[in-house]
């Protein structure tokens, strides 16, 4: 079982829906848990992060937490072209005695948003 | 420009040679993470370091690789006798006092 699983997409939405993306951890002592977006041949983009249950919102991003599921997925609503990209989820567990540690991202999804 | 800087964004080896990979965190910033990207592949984690110290290298390989954060200057990751294997982004990130990652622009090395 991979540590981070992602639906394996790619995902084509029309311009104006919603995108869902979706995200597994197998990692019970995760405890916090990001979404980045990569565009093609760029470097990843933290766009969203949330430490608690239940949903954050910024903007037209919202994502959902359930612990319990241990799932997180990351819904973009009113998608536009521009959100075409590869959307990375990533899980977070303290190491060394920190509260930091080292991120482990699941394979990415691939987003399409079509006019 | 305050944001991770890396350098060379583009660095071409021969096999046998080294190659070094320059990291300078965010301004304010005191943790370094590397992570490597393969092609068609995952961003995996290599290694974690503060000024002075290794905090986790349970992702580098255990030949050929090492990395350093001196207290002066940027963080070195350093490929020994690189491998056609070896190619891929190379990615940097820094955070400072919380668990959020801030990324570089990357370096691509690719072995001849």
């Known amino acids: 079982q991979k540590e981070v699983e992602q639906n394996s997409g790619p995902l084509s939405v029309p311009e104006g829906a919603i995108a869902s993306l979706n995200c597994t951890y197998s990692?019970?002592?995760?405890?916090?848990f990001f979404w980045y977006r990569q565009y093609s041949g760029k470097s990843p983009e933290l766009i969203m992060f949330?430490?608690?249950?239940g949903d954050k919102e910024d903007g037209r991003f919202t994502a959902q937490l359930n612990k319990a599921s241990q799932y997180v997925s990351l819904l973009i609503r009113d998608s536009q072209p521009s959100d075409s990209a590869t959307y990375l989820c990533?899980?977070?567990?303290?190491?060394?005695?920190?509260?930091?540690?080292?991120?482990?991202f699941g394979q990415g999804t691939i987003l399409t948003v079509h006019p | 420009n305050a944001g991770v800087m890396q350098n060379p964004r583009h660095l071409v080896r021969r096999r046998g040679q080294e190659a070094r990979l320059r990291c300078s965190p965010m301004?304010?910033?005191?943790?370094v993470y590397w992570y490597r990207q393969l092609p068609e592949e995952g961003l995996k984690f290599m290694v974690y370091?503060?000024?002075?110290?290794?905090?986790?290298e349970s992702g580098m390989p255990k030949e050929r690789f090492s990395a350093e954060f001196p207290k002066e200057g940027p963080s070195i990751l350093r490929i020994q006798q690189v491998v056609r294997g070896d190619s891929a982004a190379y990615f940097c990130?820094?955070?400072?006092?919380?668990?959020?990652?801030?990324f570089g622009a990357g370096t691509r090395l690719s072995v001849l």
């Open positions: 990130a820094s955070s400072g006092g919380s668990d959020r990652e801030y």
């Open positions: 990692d019970r002592g995760s405890q916090s």
């Open positions: 949330i430490y608690s249950n």
């Open positions: 990533a899980v977070n567990r303290p190491a060394g005695g920190t509260s930091y540690g080292k991120l482990t």
């Open positions: 301004k304010g910033h005191s943790h």
């Open positions: 370091l503060q000024k002075e110290n290794i905090i986790d």
